[in-house]
Nanobody, 118 residues
Framework: QLQVVESGGGLVQPGGSLRLSCAAS????????IGWFRQAPGKEREGVAC????????DYADSVKGRFTVSRDNVNNRVYLQLNSLKPEDTAVYFC???????????WGQGTQVTVSS
């Protein structure tokens, strides 16, 4: 099985930046596409960004296009989400999710809290 762990969250002022990391517990992350999701209090979990297994394809929610960037380092089994120009409405717990055509299961991390407030 694969385990993924998010890190990098914190408290930041509006307009600030953070870089979130999704680390895998073992090698082989390059077989998994990764999605970043977030969930704010009282709201449903929503997709934010995703990246294909080799990193050739990315996609973003309209609400974060031009501000967030997803990337990956398959040598070090990590996927990153760069958050720029943060807004209070970006406040949420951010999760990564690993899915693969070669694995019947998908894997979620425990999440990392991002709080945007002055």
């Amino acid at each position: 099985q694969l385990q993924v762990v998010e890190s990098g969250g914190g408290l930041v002022q509006p307009g600030g930046s953070l870089r979130l990391s999704c680390a895998a517990s073992r090698f082989g992350l390059d077989s998994y596409a990764i999605g970043w999701f977030r969930q704010a209090p009282g709201k449903e979990r929503e997709g934010v960004a995703c990246i294909s297994d080799r990193g050739s394809t990315t996609d973003y929610a309209d609400s974060v296009k031009g501000r967030f960037t997803v990337s990956r380092d398959n040598v070090n089994n990590r996927v990153y989400l760069q958050l720029n120009s943060l807004k209070p409405e970006d406040t949420a717990v951010y999760f990564c999710n690993a899915v693969s055509a070669y694995d019947p299961y998908d894997y979620w991390g425990q999440g990392t809290q991002v709080t945007v407030s002055s």
